[in-house]
């Protein structure tokens, strides 16, 4: 659809409108009275979420590619049917193919207490066909307020069970990783995945000084970034997952990612709202499953 189009059909005054973005791909300019955020609709991916009067509560690389068969790094990446490496078949794409597809946005809403809601979707095409061979329909809700509220419901369309993982797959801006804490993750096991996969226990809250990659497991309590630096704790909590993964690429990693600043994990952390190891969804055929993360600030 055109810009044009899309403002006239989904513009709302006071709340959203429609531009080209980076690399010729439309995205969604959400303003409301409680605070500002862009969505492309490449990916369906939250690129900025920013409560007025705060700092960007979102990283985003400055070196991002927008590219029709890329993902944006950043933001909130949609992971979708699967989570990390298919499963079984390693040539199929990392963290499958709903961060590089094109959503179809379907509604916009100004909601009575004046934050703003966009609603997008993915169903099964010839090309999703050829990686996963499923009919499927894909929504994603998105709520801007004083918190970012993002759902992924996936309905199971097909005539047999399908298994279902992905990831809601926000990357956080923070003044300085060396200086931050995690909370809310104690005495919880983990999945290191840069050490063969051996289960670890958490002890106490996370602080990061290398390469971090856990999928943490069972996990129930809201996460609580506080960051000293930017003076706020950010809160995530999430809903449809006991899985958490915590990521930072640190130095060689860093500079390993073409689309990644070499400084770039000084001022970022991954805390995703996940599905993968044991809390992986089987979905009966007319079933569906919804996974959300919702996002505040508070200032310190
Ligand atoms: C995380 C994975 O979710 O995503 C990491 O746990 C991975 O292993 C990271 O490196 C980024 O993945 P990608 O495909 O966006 O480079």
New binding site residues.
């Given amino acids: 659809m055109m810009i044009n189009e899309l403002n006239r059909k989904f513009g709302i005054e006071g709340h959203v409108s429609f531009q080209t973005g980076t690399g010729d791909l439309a995205k969604a300019v959400v303003t409301n009275q409680r605070a500002s955020a862009e969505i492309y609709l490449h990916g369906a991916h939250v690129t900025s979420f920013q409560p007025h009067g705060s700092t960007p509560v979102l990283w985003l690389s400055d070196i991002a590619e927008y590219e029709s068969e890329k993902?944006i790094?950043g933001g909130i990446?949609v992971?979708w049917p699967w989570?990390?490496p298919h499963p079984q078949d390693k040539t199929k794409p990392?963290?499958g193919f709903a961060?590089v597809s094109e959503w179809e946005l379907f509604d916009t809403t100004g909601l009575p207490d004046g934050r703003t809601r966009l609603r997008l979707q993915l169903k099964d095409n010839v090309a999703t066909r050829t990686l996963w061979p499923h009919p499927f329909e894909l929504e994603l809700n998105i709520t801007v307020g004083a918190r970012l509220r993002i759902e992924l419901t996936s309905r199971n369309t097909d005539q047999e069970t399908v298994e279902i993982g992905g990831?809601l797959?926000t990357y956080f801006n923070i003044g300085d990783i060396t200086q931050i804490t995690i909370e809310g993750l104690d005495g919880r096991e983990y999945f290191d995945?840069l050490d063969s996969h051996r289960v670890k226990l958490q002890n106490g809250s996370i602080s990061i000084s290398e390469e971090v990659?856990?999928?943490y497991l069972d996990t129930v309590n809201e996460c609580v970034i506080t960051d000293p630096n930017l003076k706020r704790k950010i809160r995530v909590s999430a809903a449809g997952s006991r899985t958490t993964?915590i990521?930072n690429?640190w130095i060689d990693?860093s500079q390993r990612?073409a689309d990644f600043p070499d400084e770039g994990y000084r001022t970022m952390v991954?805390i995703?709202a996940?599905n993968a190891a044991d809390d992986i969804y089987r979905v009966p055929p007319g079933g569906e499953h919804t996974l959300s993360q919702t996002i505040s600030t508070e200032h310190i």
């Fill in positions: 993902a790094r990446p992971i989570f990390g990392q963290h961060r990831a797959h995945q990659d856990r999928i993964v990521w690429p990693k990612m991954c995703e996940t």
